[in-house]
């Protein structure tokens, strides 16, 4: 079954610790197949300074946003965000014509991501094919695009807080095995 499953949840809650649980399961238990990227804290001297894309498939490493004095029209909060860049990671990594493919996980659909077109076409696609996907969402996060997806058919939402996760985790990996 191809399951299409959205995270959410409040800030800290582990919404990306279990994501990344959930990928140690899948390439050490089931050995497939998985696309997409996480979007990890970049921290300098105990300060979060940006977050980085990392590529799941291959490791690629780029930059998502960082604090400081960029020239840079996106930004959030204190953040720049590198449309740009993020454009090209997707164009580079993110084709899935022809390849196998057994989970696509985002890591994680929000403000900074949905600043680009080409990533909300790449969210849209993929939620209409037939291969199972894992995402973070922001609970707070208010977007056509969020509106788009809860009202498909196909997507269930989970709420994590830090007391669930263990239970979120195994209705997960229940619900695509």
């Given at each position: ?39 990890p ?6 300060n979060?300074?940006?977050f ?14 960082r ?32 390849k ?10 929000g ?67």
């Open positions: 079954m191809t399951e299409k499953i959205l995270i959410t949840g409040p800030p800290r809650c582990g919404k990306s610790t279990l994501i990344s649980k959930l990928i140690e399961y899948y390439n050490n238990k089931k050995e497939c197949t998985i696309y997409g990227f996480l979007t804290e970049i921290r300098e001297r105990g979060r300074i940006g980085n894309i990392v590529d799941i498939y291959s490791g690629k490493i780029s930059q998502l946003a604090v400081g004095d960029f020239k840079i029209k996106y930004k959030v909060g204190k953040y720049n965000v590198f449309i740009e860049e993020f454009d090209k990671y997707i164009e580079d990594n993110l084709s899935l014509e022809g196998k493919i057994d989970l696509i996980v985002i890591d994680e659909i403000r900074m991501e949905l600043f680009s077109d080409k990533f909300q076409n790449f969210i849209k696609n993929i939620f209409s094919l037939k291969i199972s996907i894992l995402a973070t969402i922001g609970l707070k996060l208010s977007h056509p695009l969020k509106t788009y997806l809860l009202n498909l058919p196909s997507v269930l939402l989970l709420n994590l807080n830090k007391r669930n996760s263990q239970l979120i985790f195994e209705k997960i990996i229940s619900l695509i095995p």
